[in-house]
């Protein structure tokens, strides 16, 4: 399950980079409409089949770990201290990560329409969804893994390009 994570983040941040260019006014997410309790539930059903919530279990103590190294640099004298307030800080928030579960079926819901949820649903059901949903994972990584090979190697044929034009100015690079 963690190279799941590894991909999707992997995903998220190759997605990211290729949206990067966007202008700034298209980044900011619009909030999403509304949505009628049947398409949520069904947004809420396609998210379980697809173990959405396993990017984001660890969410709280990992942003309350994350949290307390970052304080942890800047006042070293305090590291007992802050290793105690680290576990009544993750205590008191247990739980908060459900609020992405909410966020992501409110997403769904907003981008599909009732009757899209409803023929997802069906789809993951079927033997053919079944397959994607064990199948995409390693489709993702091995994608993935294409991808970052392929880059390495055009990075080594511009980079001898750029090489290539320099000699042709008297200039060793």
Do not use: C
Not at 32 to 55: G, R, V
Not at 81 to 95: H, R, T
Not at 118 to 144: H, N
């Amino acid at each position: 399950m963690k190279s799941y994570l590894r991909i999707l983040r992997a995903a998220g941040l190759a997605l990211g980079l290729a949206f990067g260019a966007v202008p700034a006014p298209a980044q900011q997410p619009a909030a999403p409409k509304p949505a009628s309790p049947a398409a949520l539930a069904a947004a809420k059903e396609i998210l379980a089949m697809k173990n959405a919530n396993q990017m984001y279990v660890n969410a709280v103590p990992n942003i309350v770990a994350q949290t307390k190294d970052s304080l942890l640099q800047a006042n070293l004298n305090y590291q007992k201290d802050l290793n105690e307030v680290a576990v009544i800080v993750a205590q008191s928030l247990a739980g908060r990560e459900k609020e992405i579960g909410e966020g992501m079926a409110q997403v769904y819901a907003s981008e599909f329409t009732d009757q899209e949820l409803k023929d997802l649903v069906t789809f993951y059901k079927s033997p053919l969804g079944q397959k994607l949903l064990v199948s995409e994972p390693k489709a993702i990584q091995l994608s993935m893994a294409y991808m970052n090979q392929w880059a390495q190697s055009f990075a080594e044929i511009v980079n001898a390009q750029f090489r290539a034009e320099m000699r042709k100015r008297g200039k060793q690079i």
